[in-house]
C-alpha cells in the first residue's frame, strides 16, 4: 500500500512540474489557462494528502475558482481569447485550402 501512494505522490509531482512548464511554453492564452487552472487542482490535492484541508479548500476556491473565473473574464475583455479564436479559425480554413489544392 506504501508503494501505490508513493507513486500517486510522484505523479502528482510530476503534473505539478508539467503544469508549470506547459503554462509557461503554451502559445496560446486560454491553453495556458485551462493549464493554469489543473496546477491550481492538482495543488490543492497536494495539500490532502499534506494533511492540510484548510490550504487544500483555498486552493480549491481560490486557485482553480476566482483566479481561472477573473482571468478568463480579463482575456475576455482584452479580446485575447477571440483573437485565439479567429487563428484557429484561419488555421484550420488555411489547412482545408491546402488539402484541396493538392
Do not use: Q
Not at 476556491?61 to 482575456?75: D, E, I, S
Not at 485565439?84 to 480554413?93: H, K, L, P, Q, S
Request: glycine letters at 4%.
Amino acid at each position: 500500500m506504501e508503494e501505490i501512494i508513493t507513486i500517486f505522490r510522484l505523479l502528482l509531482l510530476a503534473s505539478l512540474i508539467v503544469c508549470a512548464i506547459a503554462t509557461a511554453f503554451s502559445k496560446r492564452v486560454m491553453t495556458a489557462l485551462i493549464i493554469f487552472t489543473s496546477y491550481s487542482i492538482v495543488m490543492a490535492v497536494v495539500w490532502l494528502l499534506l494533511r492540510s484541508p484548510d490550504l487544500a479548500i483555498t486552493e480549491a476556491a481560490v486557485g482553480a475558482g476566482v483566479n481561472g473565473v477573473l482571468f478568463f473574464l480579463t482575456l475576455r475583455k482584452l479580446h485575447l481569447i477571440d483573437k485565439d479564436f479567429a487563428d484557429d479559425e484561419e488555421g484550420r480554413i488555411d489547412e482545408g485550402v491546402n488539402v484541396n489544392e493538392e
